[in-house]
């Protein structure tokens, strides 16, 4: 039987909240890397697998090295895809559960890379009654982890297929990258108006995501989606 790593979340009550929110309510978008967190959640996952023995140092040293400088200036599409077919392949043949279990160990540090700014702007959302989707191009199972620490309601990550509980080294629907996060978030959350939405994220490769939305911000933006605020008049942050 075919699976996916990571089922789509059940929503979860905010604290302080009577019912959980709909997305017809209003939704806020969060991307994760460089955004909600300075760094690669995916380079920090597979770091984890290395130290844990489950692939081998080589899989990742060369992206673990250009980690200072996505910190600065994001990941090029042609090194993320890369790191993800890496990591596919390595994992090719492997139980899926080690795998979840390692993703849903990193919640608690993940959430504590959030700085406080973007931290305190996830929670006004989430005080107002938005329902909060943080949406990364990283594993299903990873990005719910840091989805639960953060209280935010619903995971949007890539899928991993699976059979018979063992990973084959293919994904399971869009890579959730460019175009792919819309994809993504539409087969996770369903049909939204984004028009009314909110969306945060930090690069040039967001952009399909960021024109959908009514309101879009740049949080800690690369060049291109620089560019591309200052000329449609976005707000521009910088959340640490």
């Given at each position: 039987m075919r699976s996916v790593v990571g089922a789509s979340l059940s929503p979860q009550v905010d604290v302080g909240s009577h019912r959980t929110p709909e997305p017809r309510d209003g939704v806020a978008v969060f991307d994760l890397d460089r955004t909600l967190i300075p760094g690669s959640s995916l380079a920090l996952f597979g770091r984890e697998l290395v130290r844990r023995g489950m692939v081998r140092r080589t899989t990742v040293a060369r992206h673990a090295a250009h980690e200072l400088g996505f910190r600065r200036q994001g990941l090029g599409a042609a090194r993320l895809d890369s790191l993800v077919h890496r990591l596919l392949d390595a994992a090719a043949g492997e139980p899926a559960e080690?795998?979840?279990?390692?993703?849903?160990?990193?919640?608690?540090?993940?959430a504590g890379q959030v700085p406080v700014a973007a931290r305190w702007l996830l929670e006004r959302h989430l005080g107002r009654g938005d329902f909060v989707v943080i949406l990364?191009?990283?594993?299903?199972?990873?990005v719910e982890a840091i989805t639960n620490?953060?209280?935010?309601?619903?995971?949007?990550?890539?899928?991993l297929e699976v059979d018979r509980d063992t990973l084959t080294g293919r994904l399971d629907g869009p890579f959730c990258y460019g175009q792919g996060k819309v994809e993504c978030l539409e087969?996770?959350?369903?049909?939204?108006?984004?028009?009314?939405?909110?969306?945060?994220?930090?690069?040039?490769?967001?952009?399909?995501?960021?024109?959908?939305?009514?309101?879009?911000?740049?949080?800690?933006?690369?060049r291109e989606l620089r560019r591309w605020?200052?000329?449609?008049?976005?707000?521009m942050v910088h959340l640490g």
């Open positions: 080690p795998l979840r279990q390692v993703a849903r160990s990193m919640g608690p540090e993940l990364s191009a990283s594993p299903q199972e990873l620490e953060l209280g935010a309601h619903r995971a949007v990550g890539t899928r087969r996770d959350v369903g049909p939204i108006d984004l028009s009314t939405a909110t969306a945060y994220a930090d690069s040039g490769s967001d952009l399909p995501l960021l024109e959908r939305c009514g309101t879009a911000v740049a949080v800690n933006p690369d605020a200052e000329r449609a008049r976005w707000p």
